[in-house]
């Protein structure tokens, strides 16, 4: 059988790829090596969506714990019951997944389950579980392929004590002692959800900082916060070996040399970042040009070999599932003949902690290295009503404006409900708006959103509540 587009992975990159190509009237199919025979990739089945529903759940634990009382709610102390947890994570995952099958149906996309290759102009190979091998026909190839936890060197994963993200989701009983091997968002968030259930979490970072690529001022803030909530940071660290006996035996030292020293913990998460998933695709032998494990792609996503595209995790930039979404998007109205394009500038990160961090755009670093000229308007959460009448008034909204212009170049915010209210910023920047813009927007009263319009006040020192 002969299509139009063959998707190579079935994650929030490919799977949007196909459907918005379907949509344009492609014939399209999509060919996933999942072996759970399951659509949406590591986001949906062991990483964006399992880690969120865990996270709210333990944070509810937590505020059952410790924060009701405050507003006149008494509840005896909660019982944590993590199989009922753990089914509430897997309900989720199944819903999402059975979703994306649904869509699929709707749209008429054909799904293919094994390993894809490209074998030539137009071919690619499938190898199922069972090595039965097929091969399709098809006049475009896009590689979806995504991306997988970086190993660290010397340390074996069993999934059970010493884990990746995907073992982290699973644990049996919430360890006496987690230590986490990188302070990035995977290693913070799911640090989050076994400290609420009560582990006691250290983190060991290589560089002298967390959260490499956040503002700095919102990371350092973080890190207090996350001390408050129980965190032991040991930062300018690497971990040089980790023992097996009744305890794990961490040993770290100084990342720019010196005395080493030892670390115990019930389970170790090595959580130093993600690494594309290219590994069988038969790049090599098909020609495609990769630098430092990424699918090399122009402009247009368009590979080196006519015909193959790349998107997500694979290419460059940021491995965020919705950066993924919006090229999948992107390239499949390109091969319909349309205009497809994402806005690299305007592409947010959150960090889905409690408080959550969320950002777009330029850091302060950032415009400083560039030699831009900025102005900075920030407004507390301590001085918005809706947050005091919450108990969540940790944290702020940071806006940077250029100083010439007025236009906003980054927001960065830390505090409750960040990753919704980014989206202001997002629309905001998407449309090239200042600073101004956004002051004179009227918001609603009593709203955490509130905070974001008194940043942008504040950046002519014309903040009110404040």
């Given at each position: 059988m002969s299509y139009d587009l063959i998707v190579i992975g079935a994650g929030p990159g490919g799977y949007v790829c196909a459907i918005r190509a379907a949509q344009l009237g492609l014939k399209v199919a999509v060919v996933e090596r999942r072996k759970t025979k399951t659509l949406g990739g590591t986001c949906l089945n062991i990483g964006c969506i399992p880690s969120k529903a865990l996270l709210y759940a333990s944070e509810k634990f937590a505020e059952a714990a410790h924060d009701l009382a405050a507003l006149g709610v008494v509840v005896d102390k909660p019982k944590l019951d993590l199989p009922s947890m753990l089914k509430h994570k897997?309900?989720?995952?199944?819903?999402?997944?059975?979703?994306?099958?649904?869509?699929?149906?709707?749209?008429?996309?054909?799904?293919?389950?094994?390993?894809?290759?490209?074998?030539?102009?137009?071919?690619?190979?499938?190898?199922?579980?069972?090595?039965?091998?097929?091969?399709?026909?098809?006049k475009n190839v896009v590689i979806a392929t995504g991306s997988d936890s970086t190993p660290l060197p010397g340390v074996e994963i069993d999934e059970e004590r010493i884990v990746s993200s995907t073992g982290a989701l699973s644990l049996a009983k919430p360890p006496k002692d987690l230590l986490i091997v990188g302070a990035g968002v995977i290693g913070l968030e799911l640090g989050s959800v076994w400290g609420r259930l009560g582990s006691n979490v250290t983190v060991v970072e290589f560089l002298d900082r967390i959260l490499p690529g956040i503002d700095a001022e919102v990371a350092k803030q973080f890190q207090r916060i996350l001390q408050k909530q129980g965190f032991t940071f040991h930062l300018g660290q690497k971990v040089s070996k980790i023992e097996k006996g009744e305890r794990l035996r961490v040993t770290i030292e100084p990342a720019a040399g010196g005395e080493a020293s030892t670390l115990q913990a019930d389970v170790v998460l090595v959580a130093i970042g993600r690494r594309p998933v290219t590994d069988g695709l038969g790049l090599e032998k098909a020609g495609v040009a990769t630098e430092r494990g990424r699918v090399v792609i122009d402009d247009r996503f368009a590979t080196n070999v006519p015909g193959v595209y790349a998107i997500g995790d694979v290419v460059r930039g940021p491995m965020l599932a919705h950066k993924a979404e919006d090229e999948g998007l992107a390239v499949a109205e390109i091969l319909a003949g349309q205009h497809g394009h994402v806005n690299y500038e305007v592409i947010p990160g959150v960090v889905y902690t409690s408080p959550e961090i969320a950002s777009v755009g330029a850091t302060e670093e950032e415009l400083a290295a560039k030699g831009i000229a900025y102005k900075v308007g920030k407004f507390p959460f301590t001085a918005n009503g809706r947050a005091r009448a919450m108990r969540q008034t940790d944290g702020f909204v940071k806006i940077l404006a250029d100083a010439a212009t007025d236009r906003v170049l980054g927001v960065h915010i830390i505090g409750v409900g960040a990753g919704e209210l980014i989206a202001e910023a997002c629309v905001l920047m998407e449309f090239g708006g200042s600073s101004e813009d956004l002051a004179r927007t009227c918001h609603a009263h009593p709203t955490l959103s509130e905070a974001v319009r008194e940043a942008a006040l504040a950046v002519e020192k014309r903040q009110i509540h404040l």
């Open positions: 897997d309900d989720t995952v199944v819903a999402n997944v059975n979703g994306i099958a649904f869509l699929f149906k709707k749209h008429k996309i054909e799904s293919v389950f094994g390993a894809g290759a490209i074998k030539g102009p137009g071919e690619v190979e499938v190898t199922a579980e069972d090595g039965a091998k097929q091969t399709l026909s098809t």
